[in-house]
Nanobody, 129 residues
């Protein structure tokens, strides 16, 4: 099983980027998926998550209103559209997937790293001021 994150890069403040996370080895179309990020010298933190159905989405307060998570089940891929980027968004972004299928959890469940069993290798996003 592999999660391949891509789409990172160097942009100026105010720009947009779209990250992709393509899964291979098994289907995650019925599993929750999420994005986390880790800035230099800091802990890995939750960014966004989407339920297995796509009907629930969650965001950290720092990205709410600027980032949008979505998924394409047919492509076994999850996306993170990032708008109005800020220098403090600079980090390595990791996608993650729950190994369980059709879970009915809500809320803080999605924010915890332990909920996710598969992790991508990360893609670097650098936002210059």
């Amino acid at each position: 099983v592999q999660l391949q994150a891509s789409g990172g890069g160097l942009v100026q403040a105010g720009a947009s980027l779209r990250l992709s996370c393509a899964a291979s080895g098994r289907t995650f179309s019925n599993s929750a998926m999420g994005w986390f990020r880790q800035a230099p010298g800091k802990e890995r933190e939750f960014v966004a998550a989407i339920s297995w159905s796509g009907g629930l989405t969650y965001y950290s307060d720092s990205v709410k209103g600027r980032f949008t998570i979505s998924r394409d089940k047919a492509k076994n891929t999850v996306y993170l559209q990032m708008n109005s980027l800020k220098p403090e968004d600079t980090a390595v972004y990791y996608c993650a997937a729950d190994s369980r299928r059709k879970t009915t959890y809500v809320g803080s469940y999605y924010y915890t790293r332990n909920m996710y069993h598969y992790w991508g290798q990360g893609t670097l996003v650098t936002v210059s001021s």
